[in-house]
């Protein structure tokens, strides 16, 4: 059984740098095929993919993000990072890191299709708050 769990801080202050870390057990992130994402939720809109990196490293992003987003890997503890540069409070969000066995639509689902049900493994989820 695959489990994913965030650590990272709940409070960043506007210009800095978000950094969260996602722990997995049950797999390896550098499982044959595995992707493993970081999507986000900001209070009252839809749910949005940032990027992800691949069982070989590959790293993925959404045009979104790709200007001020680095997603990097430590085997050695079976953990990917996100690193989101010059937070703002519209970068306040619940932050999800989840994974799936194969690269179809790493982005999630089309319009109207269900979040939930496109990622096999799923974090928990952690609030991050951008304030001063």
């Known amino acids: 059984q695959v489990q994913l769990q965030e650590s990272g801080p709940g409070l960043v202050k506007p210009s800095q740098t978000l950094s969260l870390t996602c722990t997995i057990s049950?797999?390896?992130?550098?499982?044959?095929?595995?992707?493993w994402s970081w999507i986000r939720q900001p209070p009252g809109k839809d749910m949005e993919w940032m990027g992800a990196?691949?069982?070989?490293?590959?790293?993925y992003f959404s045009p979104s993000f790709k200007a001020r987003t680095s997603i990097s890997r430590d085997t050695s503890k079976n953990q990917f990072t996100l690193e989101l540069a010059s937070v703002t409070p519209e970068d306040t969000a619940v932050y999800f890191c989840?994974?799936?066995?194969?690269?179809?639509?790493?982005?999630?689902?089309?319009?109207?299709?269900?979040?939930?049900?496109?990622?096999?493994?799923w974090g928990q989820g952690t609030q991050v708050t951008v304030a001063s």
């Open positions: 990196i691949s069982y070989s490293g590959s790293t």
């Open positions: 989840v994974g799936q066995p194969g690269p179809h639509r790493l982005e999630g689902p089309r319009n109207g299709g269900s979040w939930e049900d496109w990622y096999d493994w």
């Open positions: 049950g797999a390896s992130v550098t499982t044959n095929y595995y992707y």
